[in-house]
T-cell receptor, first 116, second 113 residues
Framework: ETGVTQSPTHLIKTRGQQVTLRCSSQ?????VSWYQQALGQGPQFIFQ???????GRGNFPPRFSGLQFPNYSSELNVNALELDDSALYLC???????????????FGPGTRLLVL | DQQVKQNSPSLSVQEGRISILNCDYT??????FLWYKKYPAEGPTFLIS?????DKNEDGRFTVFLNKSAKHLSLHIVPSQPGDSAVYFC????????????FGTGTRLQVTL
């Protein structure tokens, strides 16, 4: 067990609504990355937070925003939901931005979002 | 622009045989490569990695080979077991962006009895 949890596990929203997804990182991990995995695709990097500051962003519109809190939890917010936002959203926690994946970066089980 | 490609969406192998999963990349700034295994309803689980200064890394039944000149890596599983049936993702990262991973589209491995 990695110690990274995400909530909710599943969510259904309608187009135009807003959604907040939550992640609880492994204790001591001050870096969290969010990924979107659409059906049949690999995870795509959305953005990363390090010590509550944004530390890089992938090719996603500003509708996707996030926050990281001092208690190792973080949020992904998506405004004005579109049908294409339907996907599995994964968070991954690591000790630092310089931690390669692998033994030092752990993924949560994901939140499956369906936009109707 | 798919910087990490897994051209085989699926692979079926008999139990006990070798499974070979392939991955190609285009970005020469990538210097670290990883393989993840993913079961339904779970997050990706790290399997094995390799730094660009090596051409082979072994861990039990799993071996990753890296051919930098061809920008190609492969994962060998020997012997394959039914529990290995899952989706396998190749991922890469670059210097200065170590924890930001670029994933391939995945290969679904089915190990049959």
């Amino acid at each position: 067990e990695t110690g990274v949890t995400q909530s909710p596990t599943h969510l259904i929203k309608t187009r135009g609504q807003q959604v907040t997804l939550r992640c609880s990182s492994q204790s001591g991990h001050n870096t969290v990355s969010w990924y979107q995995q659409a059906l049949g695709q690999g995870p795509q990097f959305i953005f990363q937070y390090y010590r509550e500051e944004k530390n890089g962003r992938g090719n996603f519109p500003p509708r996707f925003s996030g926050l990281q809190f001092p208690n190792y939890s973080s949020e992904l917010n998506v405004n004005a939901l579109e049908l294409d936002d339907s996907a599995l959203y994964l968070c991954a926690s690591s000790l630092s931005p310089d931690s390669h994946g692998g033994e030092t970066q752990y993924f949560g089980p994901g939140t499956r979002l369906l936009v109707l | 622009d798919q910087q990490v490609k897994q051209n085989s969406p699926s692979l079926s192998v008999q139990e006990g045989r070798i499974s070979i999963l392939n991955c190609d990349y285009t970005n020469s700034m990538f210097d670290y490569f990883l393989w993840y295994k993913k079961y339904p309803a779970e997050g990706p689980t790290f399997l094995i990695s390799i730094s660009s200064i090596k051409d082979k890394n072994e861990d039990g039944r799993f071996t990753v080979f890296l051919n930098k000149s061809a920008k190609h890596l492969s994962l060998h599983i020997v012997p394959s077991q039914p529990g290995d049936s899952a989706v396998y993702f190749c991922a890469a990262s670059g210097a200065g962006t170590a924890s930001k991973l670029t994933f391939g589209t995945g290969t679904r491995l089915q190990v049959t009895l």
